[in-house]
């Protein structure tokens, strides 16, 4: 398995920008596909955005196309989420995770707090 720490989550403002990083640990990091997700306050895990072993390939949910992007520094063992033009509902507990570019992810990060005032 992986090992996953998330950090770069705050308070921002409504328009800003943050840019979430994900370390991973563990051999197999630069040959895992790697996925972000979050959950709001009282609602379910949600996919945002994942990212082939190699970055060739990414995939975006619908709601974040075009403000969020997602890269990876294999050789730093290291994913990112850069995330533009944010508002409050992107307000959430951001992860990421490592396993199959469309599921199922078998390692996961702690969470960073992301929130967004209006």
Same mark, same amino acid.
């Given at each position: 398995?992986?090992?996953?720490?998330?950090?770069?989550?705050?308070?921002?403002?409504?328009?800003?920008?943050?840019?979430?990083?994900?370390?991973?640990?563990? #051999?197999?990091?630069?040959?895992?596909?790697?996925? %972000?997700?979050?959950?709001?306050?009282?609602?379910? #895990?949600?996919?945002?955005?994942? &990212?082939? %072993?190699?970055?060739?390939?990414?995939?975006?949910?619908?709601?974040?196309?075009?403000?969020?992007? &997602?890269? #990876?520094?294999?050789?730093?063992?290291?994913?990112?989420?850069?995330?533009?033009?944010?508002?409050?509902?992107?307000?959430?507990?951001?992860?990421?995770?490592?396993? #199959?570019?469309?599921?199922?992810?078998?390692? %996961?990060?702690?969470?960073?707090?992301?929130?967004?005032?209006?």
């Amino acid at each position: 398995q992986v090992q996953l720490v998330e950090s770069g989550g705050g308070l921002v403002q409504a328009g800003g920008s943050l840019n979430l990083s994900c370390a991973g640990s563990g #051999r197999t990091f630069s040959r895992s596909d790697m996925g %972000w997700f979050r959950q709001a306050p009282g609602k379910e #895990r949600e996919f945002v955005g994942a &990212i082939s %072993w190699s970055g060739g390939s990414a995939y975006y949910a619908e709601s974040v196309k075009g403000r969020f992007t &997602i890269s #990876r520094d294999n050789a730093k063992n290291t994913v990112f989420l850069q995330m533009n033009s944010l508002s409050p509902e992107d307000t959430a507990v951001y992860y990421c995770a490592a396993g #199959r570019l469309l599921g199922p992810y078998d390692s %996961w990060g702690q969470g960073t707090q992301v929130t967004v005032s209006s």
